[in-house]
Every structure is written in structure tokens, then in C-alpha cells.
């Protein structure tokens, strides 16, 4: 817990990115599959990340992990 937020509150804002994201990016194509999104976590991120593609909100293509620690604490 960061500020008084838990990890379902960053993953929220995740998910909101992502949507943004996504919109965004059919906007430009005129196809946008699941695959065709990459996700890249840093650090703290790349927990955060597991935890958010783990509770099945999303799907991406591919899930890139840099210098990241594990959902489950650092």
C-alpha cells in the first residue's frame, strides 16, 4: 500500500491507461487485436503488472519485465 493505495487501486489506473491506449491506437488502425498490445513493467511496475494481467481484466500480446520484483512483494 503506497499513499494509502492498494495495488486493485494501481491496477485500476492501469486498466484506465490501457482503455486509453487501445482508443488511441483504433483510432489510427483499423484493426486493433489483443496481440497486437505490448505491456512493459519497471520495477514496482512489473509486479503491478503481473497482478493486473493475473486478475484477467485484459489481455495483451506481450508482457515485457524490467528489473521488476514480484506481485507478492519486493
Partial sequence: MT???GKSDFANDLMAAVGFVR????GKRE???DA???LL???AGGGLSQYFLGRGGVKV???V???GFPCFGG
Fill in 23 to 26: 482508443g488511441i491506437e483504433t
Fill in 3 to 5: 499513499w494509502w493505495y
Fill in 36 to 38: 497486437d498490445l505490448v
Fill in 41 to 43: 513493467g519497471h520495477s
Fill in 31 to 33: 484493426i486493433l487485436e
Fill in 61 to 63: 500480446g506481450a508482457l
Fill in 65 to 67: 519485465i524490467l528489473g
